[in-house]
């Protein structure tokens, strides 16, 4: 079931309804039942997946509690792991790595294969993994005492909001808002809704626009020029980011009319002067995930410069790799970590000349150059993330200096406009909505836009209301899509794939 689908709209409706008719003590029965239907409406099987996984977690977390002998505590912990990342692994990974055993074992003149799972990859998996983790990670680490009541931590796991594609929530967050009592509110569920309606708007008007460009020209590359090859890229990257914000603006805003407050995950993440500026505001909740449960327990920047670099690619080819089962995701987790080093490396060299040169006088020109200069390589890591291969991805970006004027070699721009389906003027609104996004959220600076909206008269917030819903009708894409996220991080195996293996649609 998509956030942008008439069922949602008719499930969530109902759900809030009953939920503020039900008296309060009945109401996490309710959340917990909605949330395995809203699950079970993609592939009925796999809530059982949620199930285990909520039961050995809790088991696992109780044990915990029970005793201090801490060798049964890393019995308990280890018991977790080797499930939970047990079952990503068979769904989302096995077939992987025995294809790349396999072109192993072939390089090698041996006949010995692994089989392929014959399995559709369980949805949002990847997510609530990480979110059930988190948490019996923070029970064994003493800073989280274990949730006693099933049913509430059952809810934390399973939240149908963000389960199937986030934010990750930390139970110290999100386990007391299960628990407390909501009256209904006219202001707070105004502000859900204004929340939701510009997420719809970003993933519908924006993201799934762009999509319909982006797909034709990765698709066969080889048919565009520089020019498009570059205007896809730049299509990607704000596909990507709409379609993942906006679906992340939902799940809050639904979160939100339920009076729960779920983390922002996004702020503005083009709007970085580094990448290390970016990871800040991108997918935080993943990033902070792994600073804490990863790069912190390796030793962080406690340790030596050689085993920080370890530290900080093993950090980014993984997190890399948890955005799916091919190559074209490790090395764009590659490309970010080699991005960072970078960076931190060159930061007094830089710092430096800035001084030297009084470049520092300049801030206002600087600022925006810095930017553009993250934008850029952010962009080109991004081709390899979309393409279907790692030579693919290569060629678009050995190929985006050619045909950038003379489009004479590739038919001309009729031609081209035509490959792509589109007008010239469809094509230039398509712009004209990632410069209008881009002055939105230069309006809203660091404030949510429902708290803007609700500062303004009242003919001018429904002036918005009415616009945002004649775009959402009259400019919104037809075709229904699911997140790309829903696609990218459950990814079984993309390129050429073993019959029968596929993606949960």
Known sequence: MLFNSYQFSIFFFLVVFLYFTLPHRFRWYLLLAASYYFYMAWRKPYVLLIIASTGVDYFAALGMSYTRRQAIRRLLLLFSLISNLGLLFTFKYFNFFADAANTLSAMWGSTVTLPYLQVLLP????????????????????????ERHLGHFALYVAFFPQLVAGPIERAHRLLPQLRRKVDFDYDRIRSGLILMGWGLFKKVVIADRLARVVDIIFAQPDRFPGLFLATGAVFFAFQIYCDFAGYTDIARGAARILGIDLMENFRRPYNAQSIADFWRRWHISLSTWFRDYLYLPLGGNRVSPWRWVFNILIVFLLSGLWHGANWTFLVWGGLHGTYYLIGRFSQSTRSHLA???????????LSPLKMLSTFILVTLAWIVFRANTVQEGWYVVSHLPLGIYDLSDYGGADRLLGALDMSLRALLMDGGLILFLLLVEAFLAEQDI?????QHPWWIRWSVYVSMLIAVMNLGSTNLKPPLYIFNSNVVHRGPAPPAIGMVH
């Open 123 to 146: 949805v949002g998996i990847s997510f609530y993994t990480f979110q059930t983790l988190s948490y019996t990670l923070e029970v064994y680490q003493g800073r989280q005492q274990p």
């Open 355 to 365: 001084q030297k040169y009084e470049l520092n006088r300049f801030l206002q020109l």
């Open 450 to 454: 429902s708290t803007v909206l609700t």
